[in-house]
């Protein structure tokens, strides 16, 4: 895939016939995205926690292209009952998944348990999302040239998943580092979830992507990681005055979901400076969001808590050691 300089939505194709999956699509990153593949002829599924406010952004989208196909999906990533139900709604109602975008999440929390005993932004951020792509994959391995793209972000750069206190549950926790931590397993999952894919011979594959520093709800009206009132209006601040448009920040997303050329596992986000803003790029990423041992051992405890397992086979030479007698 060659990079191309100064990558927009009118790039685009004609996207009439798919059906296009967002997660988190009221707002922000997602609603942005979400506007341009409606734009281009997809059939959007806003999959959002509050319905209300994704029939506002569906009505949005609508007023935008008249003729767009729009519908609202009532999903709540940090419960897996949520999760399940919203899975088996979307199953018996299409025969075809082109893309599942893996956008929605929460930055900065203070820690909280859900209801499924997980700690809110790895089970918003990550858990969520891996049930979802497992219990939508079959529509996705059915539909020729399918896309898994899911969101991370630069704080994965902070992340650092300990497996004996996955969740920060032994203590510990800070705000930023399960913000981080939930980012990185992101990428440790894309990249795994893209092993097994390829391992398969699916023509499925699956992406990551992150926007860059942008205007988004997470950035400007969010907690800010360090936890004072202070630095949260400060937060906002800078974020008004520096960050780029929530626009701007879905074209990864929006590049990773149609552009032709995307191949399995690759890692995309802005070419600009510090990877903050500018046009749609391949990056790197932090070595640990690389770990093929970190990431197989992520999938595993991911099964476990989650209850969703993947009819996806490890690559050779990646198996976990079998258990003795």
Known sequence: MGRRSGWGPDDIGDLTGSTIMVTGANSGIGYEAA????????????????????????DRIIGYTPSASVEVLEIDLSSL???GRASATFNREHDRLDVLVNNAGVMGTPYRITEDGNELQFASNHLGHFALTGLVMDRLLTTTGSRV???????????????????????????????????????????????????AGAG??????????????????GPALGGSALIARAGRVVGRIGGQSAASGARPTLFAATEPGVRGGQYIGPDGLGQLFGAPTLVGAAKRARSAPDALA?????????GVRYDLEPAEGLRPPARAG
């Open 204 to 221: 499925t594959i699956a992406v990551a992507v992150h926007p860059g520093w942008s205007r988004s709800n997470l950035t400007v009206s």
């Open 35 to 58: 506007v341009e593949l409606a734009a281009h002829g997809a059939h959007l599924v806003l999959a959002c926690r509050n319905l209300q406010k994704g029939r506002q952004a569906a």
């Open 149 to 199: 793209v899911t969101v991370s972000s630069l704080g994965h750069r902070q992340g650092h998943l300990d497996f004996s206190n996955l969740q920060l549950e032994h203590g510990g926790y800070t705000r930023a580092r399960a913000y981080g931590n939930s980012k990185l397993a992101n990428l440790l999952f894309t990249h795994e979830l893209d092993r097994r894919l390829r391992a």
């Open 298 to 306: 992520l999938w595993g405890a991911s099964e476990a808590l989650t």
């Open 81 to 83: 009952e949520s999760v």
